[in-house]
């Protein structure tokens, strides 16, 4: 854990009040893992007092080309960075909702950012896995981009599922590792199949060796009631709100077979079946 200031790099609007966040962030990037977060504070002094937990959407570990110039990305707004981040650098997919994410939005390139992290526990791939199904739900999409990316360099197959109100909510398929299997569905058939995410979700499972999932409290119960195989792994990222971030406040904890944890410091990442969800 670094509590260290970064620089804003890029901060583009991606999808209707949801935006892309790009760090410069060597001392952060050093120790990262899939899965894991930062503690950001979007505003300055006081206000607001508490820092904002925001997954590491992307972790740049090699040097990838830049593309400059308008992309169909967002609705053909103007974007300088997008696709792997170089080395060093970060990136954080967010929704503009409250008060400190709005600050967070209006983020320029230069800015100073104070963060702390990375935090909590990140996803973990066993050694004889070699397919490996991810599930999001809504931004819950935004932990498994980075697990995607590891996964990819280990040479590794890869199908992302991801679900949404509406094509509104569905992340660009040009923002994920084109080695991905990207298969979408929304609620009002919009976009993709029509029906929720953990629907799709038999139809992969004699083929995955592991399922990784994050998205609304509800998405996590859902995949709960599937019948899933107990030889598998299934792991999700729960999405919490949190004051401290570091396990001190218990303002984030969850109950589990093993008693309350805090989702901070003993998760994100949970083993399914440790969870008491019903």
Known sequence: MRHVTVEVLANVEIMPGVF???LDAPEIVEHARSGQFLHVHSGWALDPLLRRPLSLHRIGRERSARVAGTSEIGGGQPSLVFGRPNPGEIEILFARVGRGTTLLAQSMPGDALSVIGPLGNGFSIEPKTRNLLLVAGGLGIAPLVALADEAIRREMTVTLLAGARSKDGILPAGLLPPEVEYVVCTDDGSQGRHGVVTQL???LLDWADQVFACGPRAMIEALACLRLPTS?????????????GVGACLGCVTPTRKGLQRV?????VFNLKELQLL
């Open 20 to 22: 892309l966040l790009r």
């Open 201 to 203: 979700v038999p139809e």
């Open 232 to 244: 598998k792994t299934v792991q999700v990222s729960l999405e919490e709100r949190m004051a401290c």
């Open 264 to 268: 901070c410091r003993d998760g994100p």
